[in-house]
């Protein structure tokens, strides 16, 4: 992803120009920033591989069709010696696979704080030094940062409601229906069997309304994932091609 090398010209630009982004007596912390956000993304990438893995090693097509498992993970009755290995098999693949998800909610979310931290930081060390006009207008500032959430909403919602702690757990004024509804997706029952992969599927009490929604690692970390890291990535490469040329 992009936003690794951008951070690490951040970094580089920082020193260049001399912006105050964080305490000259503290220099290993750019290293920790830019080591933070390349563990981030290069825990995406591998939780992205496992994925591939993880299918291969349950033989997750062939088992869905031998034991007859419904998109909500019900087993056909037609054959009943099945069932046991069914619901072992069933049982290893879903925590498996919420092992790895849950991860991948948390790490997407992570990285989005850690980046726009480091952004607003970055624009308020630029108030600071005579490139202060490089810095977008707070309007400009709310829209790009209110588009960058909007992108990964549903993540974030998982993560706040279910896997960093359920809403059961934490509930913050959450109704008794979402309270239980976290419990149970929690469990998996989110998970949806397609033929070759497995999605989850938020609907009500998550969403209001009669809204289904589908997130998939392997179509989502190609279509919205690192297209979400390129928009970070543009939103400071947008100031670094207007800093003037070091003589």
């Known amino acids: 992803m992009s936003i690794s090398r951008t951070v690490d010209d951040l970094v580089y630009q920082v020193q260049i120009y001399n912006i105050p982004l964080l305490p000259i007596q503290q220099p290993l912390t750019f290293l920790e920033l830019k080591d933070a956000i390349q563990t981030s993304v290069d825990i995406l990438y591998h939780l992205h591989e ?3 893995r993880s ?19 019900v087993l056909s009755d037609k054959n009943l010696m099945l069932v046991p290995d069914a619901l072992r098999w069933i049982n290893q693949f879903r925590s ?4 790895r998800f849950s991860t991948y909610t948390i790490t997407i979310c992570g990285l989005d704080r850690m980046l726009e931290k480091t952004y607003k930081e970055f624009l308020q060390a630029l108030k600071n030094t005579r ?18 959430k909007e992108e990964i ?43 070759d992969h497995v999605y989850m599927q938020i609907d009500y009490p998550f969403v209001k309304g009669n809204i289904q929604v589908e997130l998939r690692i392997f179509k989502d970390f190609s279509n919205l994932i690192i297209l979400h890291y390129n928009e970070w990535a543009k939103m400071f490469t947008e100031i670094f091609v207007q800093l003037p040329n070091v003589k």
Do not use: W
């Not at 869905?64 to 419904?70: A, M």
């Not at 207008?137 to 209110?146: A, F, P, W």
């Open 131 to 148: 490139y202060n006009s490089l810095v977008p207008n707070q309007e400009q500032q709310k829209q790009s940062l209110d588009k960058r």
């Open 50 to 52: 496992e994925e591939y």
């Open 96 to 99: 498996n696979f919420l092992s």
């Open 55 to 73: 299918y291969k090693d349950f033989q997750y097509a062939e088992a869905v069709k031998e034991f007859g498992i419904s998109s909500e993970g």
């Open 153 to 195: 909403k549903y993540y974030t919602l998982l993560r706040n409601k279910v896997f960093a702690h359920t809403s059961f757990a934490a509930p913050q004024g959450d109704l008794e229906d979402l309270q239980s509804a976290s419990l149970a997706f929690y469990s998996g029952s989110g998970m949806r069997y397609a033929e």
